[in-house]
Nanobody
Framework: QVQLVESGGGLVQAGGSLRLSCAASGRTIMTAAMGWFRQAPGKEREFVAATGWSDGSPYYADSVTGRFTMSRDNTKNSVYLQMNILKSEDTAVYYC??????????????????WGQGTQVTVSS
């Protein structure tokens, strides 16, 4: 079972950038599907990005395609979410998640078995 800890959230102006990190322990992320989700106040948790296996191409939600980039660093056993051209609607708590290996990127909450504690991202207008 993998344990996850997110970091890198904060306050940024619209149009700016942030890079979120997810440090994994317990087992290598090469044997796990990895994803990012977010939850804004009063809204349900929303899929952001994921990869089904280490060499798999990330799949992105339409709302972040072209602005966000997900990546893995197997040496550091970490995953990242580079967020560019941030908008006020990106404001949310961002969660890192891990699940079983998959040939395709999982996109639903129930497809992930382990979750980090979340990190707050606030984008000011």
């Amino acid at each position: 079972q993998v344990q996850l800890v997110e970091s890198g959230g904060g306050l940024v102006q619209a149009g700016g950038s942030l890079r979120l990190s997810c440090a994994a322990s317990g087992r290598t992320i090469m044997t796990a599907a990895m994803g990012w989700f977010r939850q804004a106040p009063g809204k349900e948790r929303e899929f952001v990005a994921a990869t089904g296996w280490s060499d798999g191409s990330p799949y992105y939600a339409d709302s972040v395609t072209g602005r966000f980039t997900m990546s893995r660093d197997n040496t550091k056993n970490s995953v990242y979410l580079q967020m560019n051209i941030l908008k006020s609607e990106d404001t949310a708590v961002y969660y890192c998640a891990a699940g079983p290996l998959s040939s395709a990127a999982p996109r639903k909450n129930h497809q992930f078995t382990t979750w980090g504690q979340g990190t707050q991202v606030t984008v000011s207008s």
